[in-house]
């Protein structure tokens, strides 16, 4: 019994809201009109949409869609901290909140731009 209970305050004391609930990475979900465009990430093809991907949530993504016969389009797709984690961390105590930071838990992705709408090339 007492090891239960030492176990249980370690992994109480050495996890934190964002790490614990949500994790350090965001599924994000690229769209198209028309569908089939090639969605590059930092330069890296990774798929033709509709696609979703799991990124890390702590960085900044450099997105682009490319499909024959449109225009090339770019998104940069930003992170932001969620304020919700930051106060149940600030509730929990000075280790959830170190966690949280370290980890990049606290950050989310920013997936409002992520569908888009290619326009044709003009001849």
Known sequence: MKKLFTILLIVFLFTSCAT?????????????EPTSADVYIDGVKMGK?????ELKSNKT???????????????????SVGGGWIILDIL?????????????????????????????KKE
């Open 20 to 32: 614990l609930f949500k994790g350090t990475t965001d599924t994000v979900n690229f769209t198209s």
């Open 49 to 53: 949409t509709p696609v979703q991907i």
């Open 61 to 79: 993504y450099n997105i682009e869609y490319r499909l024959d016969g449109h225009e090339t389009k770019n998104y940069i797709l930003n992170n």
């Open 92 to 120: 929990g105590g000075l280790f959830p909140i170190v966690i949280d930071a370290a980890t990049g838990a606290w950050y989310e992705l920013n997936q409002d731009q992520v569908n888009m709408f290619l326009d044709k």
